[in-house]
């Protein structure tokens, strides 16, 4: 085992546990002015007569306790991350610097636009600069996440046809498209057919022939798939649904395997959705705040949500919060912009060498599967993109299964791939490294892989009874997920 694991074998309790009564962590000074009595002041009604159970506690004992605590988690910053099909790649600190600069960090949105205009400039520049990547007419910014941005794309698409007269029934999504993809296209109002891979994994152009009509109103396809397969006959897919009127929306979450190298929109996409934290290495995580700006073509431009940044005569930037055709609002005022300066840090700290990124992205993902080929089943055999899919097959005739092998990679010190997705791929393994990682981290991951691959062939147990070196077992990830138990309760 070459890499340090990075538990310390410190026990830390609650710090309700080190509670004793009269530790204060800071003491107010004394008043120098009379003291008011609150309940005369507020109302008998709002003034409580204390907080129960608030632990006591010095100020060294709350900052060791929080330090430690933080020491058992997993980060980007302590290691490879190679949570495929979520991309977790590392975040340049100029990201964050430029993002908590005053004037960008202080401003407010209630201010006024005239005010504003240093923010209206930057979201404008991230536009162009999206669009150019994108090859795309027109973009908003304002989703808050990747799957918002499907509802806003699938939203546009559904009030494009319903100008037509025609708002369709169904949209169709190929079974190695991302999992939020359906929930997106039902709760916009259609129902959402599934199709099938062909053999090598990518969609099946001659099934889709057929069943492209005219109640089809969309095709939702991931690209790369969820399988880091290129779909290579994009162009001819764009053409069979435009000439039954359906439109093409390519869910463009993988794109950072793309950018800089091929362009969405002239291969014949209509509609797709961005996720900022994959491509554009915004953060990651915890639920939020994030970004997925939907880039379109012209003819969706009339449907975009509002506001819309628009360009007035004298040169001025404004946000055009009146659209006859719009949507209607998707977001708070104009999304998250913090995280919208953050991605545009990153494009314009790479600049052209936005394709170097993509390149190393694509080279890593390719680096590990040449490695570990032979090792794990690799289901799919055409060329991997930004990520590699294996199954746990080879593992499973001893019992071994995808989740056992991802638990026993924390104990090599690394986070664990994304297990049993997609689900076309029975125990998938799915590992995204991204162009963040060194080829001695690779390697060192590689290594890994490789002696736990030795270990479910000659002491499954090992690998079945897995983590050995964190401070919790094995969880029970429903239970943990479902019922969790976030507030403590004295016995």
């Known amino acids: 085992m070459k890499k340090a694991s990075r538990h310390p074998s410190q026990n830390e309790g609650l710090i309700f546990e080190k509670s004793s009564p009269g530790k204060r962590g800071f003491e107010l000074p004394p008043l120098d002015v009379p003291a008011a009595d609150a309940a005369r002041a507020l109302g008998a009604q709002h003034r409580a007569g204390g907080v129960a159970g608030l632990p006591e506690v010095s100020e060294i004992e709350v900052l060791r306790h ?19 099909s979520c991309t977790m790649k590392y975040n340049p600190r100029v990201n964050e ?16 636009q005239a005010l504003s205009q240093g923010c209206l400039k930057i979201l404008r520049l991230l536009e162009k600069c999206l669009l150019e990547i994108t090859g795309m007419d027109a973009i908003t910014l304002q989703p808050a996440a990747g799957a918002h941005g499907e509802l806003t794309g699938m939203l546009l698409i559904r009030a494009y046809l319903e100008k037509q007269g025609h708002p369709r029934k169904k949209v169709l999504i190929p079974d190695s498209a991302h999992g939020t993809n359906p929930a997106s296209a039902v709760i916009a109002g259609y129902e959402v057919e599934n199709i099938k891979s062909e053999a090598h994994g990518q969609i099946d152009v001659e099934k889709l022939r057929e069943l492209v009509t005219e109640d089809v109103a969309a095709l939702m396809i991931t690209n790369p798939s969820t399988l880091g397969i290129f779909e290579q006959r994009i162009p001819e897919i764009a053409e069979i649904l435009h000439a039954k009127g359906a439109l093409l929306y390519m869910d463009g979450a993988n794109m950072n395997a793309l950018a800089g190298i091929t362009r969405p929109g002239d291969l014949g996409v209509d509609v797709m959705h961005l996720n900022l934290h994959k491509t554009f290495s915004t953060p990651h995580g915890g639920g939020g705040p994030g970004a997925g700006p939907v880039a379109i ?15 007035r005569p004298d040169g001025k930037l404004a946000l055009d919060a009146h659209r006859k055709d719009s949507i209607g609002r998707v977001r708070a005022f104009t999304g998250n912009f913090g995280v919208l300066v953050r991605a545009l840090a990153y494009i314009l700290a790479y600049g052209p060498g936005i394709r170097q990124a993509t390149e190393d992205a694509v080279v890593n993902a390719n680096y590990i599967r040449k490695q570990l080929e032979g090792v794990y089943d690799l289901p799919y055999s055409l060329p991997s993109m930004h990520e590699v899919v294996f199954s746990d097959a080879k593992q499973k005739q001893n019992g071994v ?44 991951f590689i290594d890994a892989m490789r002696a736990i691959a030795e270990e479910a062939a000659t002491n499954p147990e090992l690998v079945k009874t897995a983590p050995h070196t964190t401070r919790v077992r094995r969880l029970d990830e429903v239970a943990a997920a479902r019922k969790p138990i976030l507030r403590w309760k004295p016995a």
């Open 401 to 444: 299964s995808t989740m056992d092998i991802a638990k026993r990679l924390i104990d090599y010190g690394f986070h664990s791939y994304t297990t049993a997705f997609p689900l076309i791929v029975p125990g998938a393994m799915m590992i995204e490294p991204t162009e963040s990682e060194s080829k001695e981290e690779c390697d060192l």
């Open 97 to 112: 610097f430029v993002a908590r600069l005053e004037g960008l960090a202080t401003e407010h949105p209630y201010q006024p």
């Open 66 to 84: 929080f330090t430690r605590l933080s020491t058992w988690n997993f980060a980007i910053d302590l290691g490879m991350y190679p949570l495929g």
């Open 297 to 311: 073509k012209k003819i969706l431009e009339p449907f975009l949500p509002v506001p819309v940044l628009v360009e």
